[in-house]
């Protein structure tokens, strides 16, 4: 009997691991793959693979042992017709100690300068890399108020920072990210805290991920309005600007204002090159809302009355963050948040544009060494603005 070639599927994770968070889905490769080969895809799955992305958020393919890293720019390519030939953190990695985008000493790979490497421990002669010393940052670098010694010793942790991958400077963010586990370590589950006192168990260094959909969903209709009728400004330099402050217990925000550089401290900036975003982006494949703030980052907002059209611009930074903050507090909680358990092997795209995520754990505690590849093209399309 002649063999009946199974093209490629996308099946949603269990709902015990979506729960109520709209994430989530693995990818099937056709029965004849056993390595994502995009060029091997035909139309209809590349239609199915980003249309899959943009309902699922993240996608995850297991099994990608030995795979290209040329395969990780491939796929964020085919993800965003506009996509740049660079990584949007810019053709060469950040180095300058003064920016937290550099703090956990990541490299790029020489055959494939738009893929870092990230993770934790010393790594020697990977790629034709330099060795490294790779740290994988946890809460207690940037929380106002850490969990405390004991809490950590019985295995809870936080999100570090609530982020898209976004420079917020000059290269607009990649509408997809792609990442690669290489090497995972074998440790015991975490306890990820909430506010409310909700506890969550998820691998320890899992992906935490959260739906901007989800996010508009939760809103208010009087705060839906607000959210499409607004524009959030990033502060010029923003990695560096706050690279003294501290966060907010979930991870979304900043505790308090006070010790933002000042702008004569940053590197020099033109403000034509500082990004302002819509608060609410338009899903490029189903058409919905995400409200999509990096509150970390935020300096001012600009938002227009739709009774009269009139528009103001909030500039207290207090205010700014409060209202921030408010608007994606209530998404963190345990059924809105998909923490993604890493497998050796695993290739896992997600939705930069319509997500945010977090590192979560506390990895460097333990001698076991992660290593992962990690790739977000520059784009040359800003992101659509939702309008109701
Ligand atoms: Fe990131």
Same mark, same amino acid.
């Given at each position: 009997m002649p063999h009946i070639e199974e093209p490629l599927r996308i099946q949603p994770l269990d709902d015990g691991l979506r729960k109520d968070s709209q994430i989530g889905a693995e990818v099937v490769l056709p029965s004849s793959m056993s390595l994502l080969d995009i060029p091997s895809l035909s139309e209809n799955e590349k239609k199915l693979l980003r249309n899959g992305l943009f309902d699922n958020g993240v996608l995850v393919i297991r099994n +990608? =042992?030995?795979?290209? %890293?040329?395969v990780l720019v491939q796929l964020a390519k085919l993800l965003d017709d506009t996509a740049l030939d660079f990584h949007s953190g810019g053709a060469k990695q950040v180095t $300058?100690?003064?920016?937290?985008?550099?703090q956990n000493h990541c490299t790029r790979i020489p055959r494939a300068p738009q893929v870092t490497v990230i993770g934790q421990g010393v790594v020697r002669g990977h790629e034709g890399t330099p060795d490294l010393d790779l740290k994988h940052l946890d809460h207690t670098a940037f929380h106002e108020e850490p969990l405390s010694d004991e809490a950590i010793r019985n295995g809870h942790t936080r999100p570090y920072r609530w982020h898209m991958d976004a420079p917020l400077y000059e290269n607009l963010p990649g509408v997809a990210t792609v990442l690669h586990a290489l090497e995972v370590p074998d440790l015991p589950d975490q306890t990820l805290d909430f506010p409310s006192g909700e506890e969550m168990d998820i691998a320890a260094g899992a992906t935490a991920f959260f739906s901007g959909a989800r996010n508009f969903d939760l809103l208010t209709p009087t705060e839906q309005q607000f959210a499409w009728n607004t524009t959030v400004q990033y502060a010029p330099r923003a990695y560096e600007w706050i690279k003294d402050c501290k966060a907010t217990a979930d991870g979304l925000s900043i505790a308090k204002k006070g010790r933002e550089k000042d702008e004569s401290a940053l590197p020099s900036f033109n403000w034509e090159k500082v990004h302002s975003f819509p608060m609410v982006w338009k899903? %490029?494949?189903?058409?919905r809302p995400h409200l999509q703030i990096l509150g970390c980052c935020v300096y001012s907002l600009r938002t227009t $009355?739709?009774?009269?059209?009139k528009t103001v611009t909030i500039n207290d930074l207090d205010e700014v963050r409060n209202i921030c903050h408010g608007l994606q507090?209530?998404?963190?909680a345990a059924p809105n948040i998909y923490a993604h358990r890493w497998r050796r092997g695993d290739l896992v795209v997600f939705h930069n544009r319509g997500l945010m995520h977090s590192i979560t754990g +506390?990895?460097? +505690? =333990?001698p076991e060494r992660r290593l992962l590849w990690q790739c977000n093209i520059a784009s040359q399309s800003v992101p659509e603005a939702y309008s109701s």
């Open positions: +990608q =042992h030995g795979i290209e %890293p040329k $300058d100690p003064n920016n937290i985008l550099s899903n %490029p494949a189903n058409g $009355d739709p009774a009269t059209g507090a209530r998404v963190y +506390q990895l460097s +505690q =333990h």
